[in-house]
């Protein structure tokens, strides 16, 4: 390897990375290269210390990082360094290229049409251009489909390990084909071409989803192509698109309800919902809206999930909107009623009713939500159901009620509605209704929503002894505390901090040891955390890498007046 030639010598998805490191400032050389050695530290997940070995013609003799990365004999980080480094040693320069017009000309008519065909075997998209401008006609949909999901699972295939399954560093070159396609299919959207846009899509969804059982995708690259994919099916019906002839129609409407039975999506219920939801945009006919039903039902029984899962949820709001676009209002009425353990078809029953001015039902059908959702153990959907109460008492023009509703909101954790309580108290009632809030709080778990109101209401001494009882809140409370409890707040400060060092074990650990340390002065404890820090390092002498931190927090200490 050769400070020249990195870009040939390196994984370019390192290089790429190593490269990002260091346009981001996060390399920092501690030692002044001699005699080729230099030593640097890397930022990343944490500080790296890489060490590198480079001839005086550029060869690198030796790398070493203490990273845990082994994919490959070099990791990003050394990378960044080599880059660094090189400075002003430019990569081997490329002579300059002819004009493309003037190498096109050079060449035989036999030569082009052999090079036509080598790049039309690698690119259906490229072929199906060169073949609709010499002929005026189209690969057949179905070809390019197939032709794309052997070049997928062709360049998955190579990237994958011997036992097939795609690790974290290559899963950004196994979907590079795939992302090729998902151009493919925006260009077909584009193009008006939606049958072929369908197909790509299909065609991307199942092999992408079929690789997310084999593959580690925590940077998201197979997630994020198929929610592309997924996101371009409402272009179905896009205005800009146009018309789609009856016959291609019903193709299109078909191949949707396939896409949502991939039996590959069975357990992906996010990507199932897309295709029937599309779908049913296009079940216009009592026919398709049969044949909608009997696709829906048969992912429902593959997928096995409760009564009140996402997709049955989903499932059930489709066949609702087409009951209720197609069928008898009173039909309709009846589906929403029968289905209102559901949470979505509950708002939408309460939505419909405050629309209808029936503000007595859709505060009923709220308070009911709460009651089961309380039963069923769900807390958190019972807050949506006391927001919708309390925007229906607003639009009712019901104001007591609305402040009734907004007290309970706020003692169940939405601080978001105290604001709006306390306006619309009377002044003469406030004391009371803050009282009865102050007092509900302190009996319940919502801690964050309690100070957050000491602290609107400048209750300094309240908040104290609150925090007192809480020391471990001391972190976050110190801002509002220290004016008036300055010592008391750094002694509780420094108790917290020699608890922490004493069971910390970890240089990670230990540096949360010294952001406590750093807080500290923050809050006005200089000398008590310069006092703090000699202590712990003269009772910790065994802890080297604390001693290290401990070291760095002295020296920014000294720094300070």
Known sequence: MNLKSLESDVDPVILARGREYLQAGRVRMAAAPASGAGLAVVQGTQDYTVTVNVAPDGTVVSTACDCPYDGGPVCKHVVAVLLKRRGGVPPLAAPPLPPLSDVVQAESAQRLASLLLDLAADSPMLADRIRTELTGEHEPVAARAEAARRRIQETMRRAADYEGFLDYHAVSAATETAADVSQEAEAAWEDGQVMLAIALERCLVHELAAAMERADDSD????????????????????DVPPLDPEDEEAVFLSLLEGAGDGVLTGWPDWQVPWLSEAAVLATSPE???????????????????DEGYLIQEVTLLRYGLLAEYGEPASAEAYLREHLH????????IQAAAANQQFDEA?????????????RQRPGQGQRWKQL??????????????????????????????????????????????????????????TSVYTQILIAEGETERLWIYCQAHPHEVDTLYPHLVPRYRDGVVAMMGELIEVEADRASTRAYYQQVCAHIHRMVKAGGMNEARVLVSQLKARYPRKPAFQEELARVERTLGQRP
């Open 363 to 375: 505060l009923r059908l709220a308070r009911d939500g709460v009651n089961q959702d309380r039963e």
């Open 342 to 349: 559901l949470p979505a078809l509950r708002e939408l029953a």
């Open 220 to 239: 998201g690259f197979i997630g994020g192509l198929i929610d592309e994919s997924l996101g371009r099916l409402s272009r179905v019906q896009d205005t």
């Open 389 to 446: 109460m309390y925007e229906v008492a607003g639009t009712a023009g019901r104001p007591v009620q609305q402040r009734e509703i907004a007290l309970e909101l706020v003692t169940d954790g939405d601080v978001s509605y105290y604001a709006p309580l306390k306006d619309a108290t009377d002044a003469a009632l406030w004391p009371d209704v803050y009282h009865t809030l102050l007092t509900k709080l302190e009996s319940t778990w919502h």
């Open 288 to 306: 398709r809206r049969a044949q909608w039903e009997a696709h829906a039902a048969a992912v429902l029984k593959r997928s096995g999930t409760g």
